[in-house]
T-cell receptor, first 114, second 113 residues
Framework: NAGVTQTPKFRVLKTGQSMTLLCAQD?????MYWYRQDPGMGLRLIHY???????AKGEVPDGYNVSRLKKQNFLLGLESAAPSQTSVYFC?????????????FGPGTRLTVL | KNQVEQSPQSLIILEGKNCTLQ??????????LRWYKQDTGRGPVSLTI?????NTKSNGRYTATLDADTKQSSLHITASQLSDSASYIC????????????FGKGTMLLVSP
C-alpha cells in the first residue's frame, strides 16, 4: 500500500493564480483532512470530509475549496492564491471517526505564493 | 479555548542520552492524546496513544505518560539515536472525534553525535 500520497510535492504560484492539490489514499478510509503547517504554529485544519460527496469547514477554511468526488481522493483548491497561503499542506486520512483511530498523513506539499 | 502547550520549543542532546518532552493541555472534554514524530520534510507519524485511564505506555525507546488530573503528558526518549532528530507533536482529541483535534506546536529535537 502506498498509504497517503500528495501531488505535487512543491509548487510556486504568483498572486492571483489558481491551483489544485491532490490527495489520494489506498486504505479505504472514510475520513480525509487537509491541514496547513506554518513555522511556529501547530497544524491547522482547513477542511475535512467524512465520506464521499461530503465536506465540511475546519478552523481556517477561507480562500480554499475542497471536493471529495471519489472516496480515495480529496482535492484542495486555491481559486486566487495569496502570499498568506504560502505554507506546507498536509493531507491525512482515517478509517472512521472514532477518537481512538489514527490519522495517517501524506508527505506534504510545499507551496510558495509570490 | 482548547490549547496544547509543548515544552521545550527545541532541545539538543548528545547521542545516547535520555530526554523528556512535556505537553500541557486545556482541551475538554478529553478523549485521548497522541504523540506524533515528524521528520524534516515528512508528514507526522503516530508514536503512541494515551486514553483517559492509561498512565504509561511504551513503544520501544519511547515512553509516554499521562496525568489526566493535571492535564499533563510527557514523552521520554531513552538512549537517543541520531534518527530521533525530529519534531515531536502532542495532539489531544476531544469526545467530538473527527474534527476536534488540537495540535501542539511541537518540540524540535536534535540529537548530536
Amino acid at each position: 500500500n502506498a498509504g497517503v500520497t500528495q501531488t505535487p510535492k512543491f509548487r510556486v504560484l504568483k498572486t492571483g493564480q489558481s491551483m489544485t492539490l491532490l490527495c489520494a489514499q489506498d486504505m479505504n478510509h472514510e475520513y480525509m483532512y487537509w491541514y496547513r503547517q506554518d513555522p511556529g504554529m501547530g497544524l491547522r485544519l482547513i477542511h475535512y470530509s467524512v465520506g464521499e460527496g461530503t465536506t465540511a469547514k475546519g478552523e481556517v477554511p477561507d480562500g480554499y475549496n475542497v471536493s471529495r468526488l471519489k472516496k480515495q481522493n480529496f482535492l484542495l483548491g486555491l481559486e486566487s492564491a495569496a502570499p498568506s497561503q504560502t505554507s506546507v499542506y498536509f493531507c491525512a486520512s482515517m478509517w472512521t471517526g472514532r477518537q481512538s483511530n489514527e490519522q495517517f498523513f501524506g508527505p506534504g506539499t510545499r507551496l510558495t505564493v509570490l | 479555548k482548547n490549547q496544547v502547550e509543548q515544552s521545550p520549543q527545541s532541545l539538543i542532546i548528545l547521542e545516547g542520552k535520555n530526554c523528556t518532552l512535556q505537553c500541557n493541555y486545556t482541551v475538554s472534554p478529553f478523549s485521548n492524546l497522541r504523540w506524533y514524530k515528524q521528520d524534516t520534510g515528512r508528514g507526522p507519524v503516530s508514536l503512541t496513544i494515551m486514553t483517559f485511564s492509561e498512565n504509561t505506555k511504551s513503544n520501544g525507546r519511547y515512553t509516554a505518560t499521562l496525568d489526566a488530573d493535571t492535564k499533563q503528558s510527557s514523552l521520554h526518549i531513552t538512549a537517543s539515536q541520531l534518527s530521533d532528530s525530529a519534531s515531536y507533536i502532542c495532539v489531544v482529541i476531544t469526545l467530538g472525534g473527527y474534527s476536534t483535534l488540537t495540535f501542539g506546536k511541537g518540540t524540535m529535537l536534535l540529537v548530536s553525535p
